[in-house]
């Protein structure tokens, strides 16, 4: 009876796999034809179904560069690099889509913060832990050759060794965790409205005096707190967002997606 199980899960499995490839190759081909808005709904359709990988994300957000969904396009390799920091066509298509949005935002971040994040996307969070447990039985090996050795050279190898070790492998476990909270942090948006007046209070301006800044899609901002309000029986979303490290107003929920 096992048996008969496992096979039957097996047979599924192998089903479930080929329809997705089957799927994928129908958006390869749609998006190959210029169909950029049919093979952008092939892929969604993959990705809400049967999971998500950084290749789809990118092949959407290059649907959606083609569709002159800028906002969109940007989202999309964004959560690509979430999965795979390190998938040089989707940073190297995010720089570039990027560079042709309308808004130029100032300095965020610190230098050194901004430092330490480049620092860990270089690598995937799971590559940091296993080089943080490398070199933890590095300091391991350093200390045992340290104690037991009775040759002076040795020694002296495995205590200084085990101290570059045991410091360098503190050095990977902090960029791990600091690569697993980039890849899932909740409070980054992106823009997705062609264009949005941002506000200095939780509704909808009035008058210009409450308008704060107007910005457009593909506008990365950073989600500090959020906050119900009701206009005329209309119940709606607002967050508060910081765009630099010089603006911060509201924005309308509907605006934006996180990434």
């Given at each position: ?76 390799y964004e959560r690509a690099l979430r999965i795979d920091p390190t998938f040089a066509d989707a940073k190297n298509n995010l720089e570039f889509v990027n560079a042709r949005i309308a808004d130029r935002p100032g300095e965020r971040g610190t230098f050194i ?26 300091t391991l090996v350093g200390v045992t050759a340290y104690i037991f050795s009775n040759v002076v050279a040795i020694r002296k190898i495995g205590f200084f060794g085990s101290l570059v070790a045991i410091i360098a492998c503190g050095c990977f476990i902090f ?85």
């Amino acid at each position: 009876m096992k048996h008969i199980i496992t096979l039957i899960l097996i047979s599924v499995a192998a089903l479930s796999i080929k329809a997705q490839s089957g799927l994928i190759e129908q958006a390869d081909s749609a998006y190959t034809a210029d169909n950029y808005k049919e093979a952008a709904d092939a892929y969604l359709h993959v990705i809400n179904t049967e999971g998500t990988s950084a290749q789809l994300l990118y092949n959407l957000g290059n649907c959606y560069y083609r569709l002159g969904e800028m906002g969109k396009a940007i989202l999309a390799y964004e959560r690509a690099l979430r999965i795979d920091p390190t998938f040089a066509d989707a940073k190297n298509n995010l720089e570039f889509v990027n560079a042709r949005i309308a808004d130029r935002p100032g300095e965020r971040g610190t230098f050194i913060g901004n430092a330490l994040d480049a620092a860990a996307n270089s690598a995937r969070s799971n590559v940091w832990a296993w080089l943080s447990l490398g070199f933890f039985i590095l300091t391991l090996v350093g200390v045992t050759a340290y104690i037991f050795s009775n040759v002076v050279a040795i020694r002296k190898i495995g205590f200084f060794g085990s101290l570059v070790a045991i410091i360098a492998c503190g050095c990977f476990i902090f960029l791990s965790f600091r690569s697993a909270a980039i890849a899932t942090a909740d409070d980054v948006a992106i823009i997705t409205s062609p264009s949005t007046i941002l506000s200095t209070s939780p509704r909808v301006p009035k008058d210009r005096s409450q308008e704060a800044m107007l910005l457009h899609e593909g506008t990365r901002v950073r989600i500090l707190d959020s906050v119900r309000s009701t206009t005329d029986s209309v119940n709606s979303l607002w967050y508060d967002v910081e765009v630099d490290n010089a603006h911060r107003a509201w924005i309308n929920a509907a605006a934006i997606e996180k990434i």
